[in-house]
Nanobody, 124 residues
Framework: QVQPVESGGDLVQAGGSLRLSCAAS????????MGWYRQAPGKQRELVAG???????NYADSVEGRFTISRDNAKNTVYLQMNSLNVEDTAVYYC??????????????????WGQGTQVTVSS
């Protein structure tokens, strides 16, 4: 199985910055998309930013201009640089990886895997 692992969540003051990382591990896989989602208590999980293997990006309106997503394809790692943080950014941030993986006896199969999440807390 392909397993994304997030890191970098922390407590930060409003106006500050934070960088999240997500590394996907496994064997015999290719990733087409990696994205950052977040979920605050009592709210639905929402897409924050996503990036394709070719470098195309998309952002939620609430973070565009403040957050930047990037990736290192060779390391199967995606980053989320978060600047000008505010209290509304407080949430658990999850990494999602989508792609294809070789499975013995099955050939290439599609996968979509979630990390366990990393907590980002912004204080006023």
């Amino acid at each position: 199985q392909v397993q994304p692992v997030e890191s970098g969540g922390d407590l930060v003051q409003a106006g500050g910055s934070l960088r999240l990382s997500c590394a996907a591990s496994g064997s015999s896989f290719t990733i087409n998309f990696m994205g950052w989602y977040r979920q605050a208590p009592g709210k639905q999980r929402e897409l924050v930013a996503g990036i394709t293997s070719s470098g195309g990006t998309n952002y939620a309106d609430s973070v565009e201009g403040r957050f930047t997503i990037s990736r290192d394809n060779a390391k199967n790692t995606v980053y989320l640089q978060m600047n000008s943080l505010n209290v509304e950014d407080t949430a658990v941030y999850y990494c999602n990886a989508r792609g294809r993986q070789v499975r013995v006896g099955f050939g290439w199969i599609d996968f979509a895997s979630w990390g366990q999440g990393t907590q980002v807390t912004v204080s006023s």
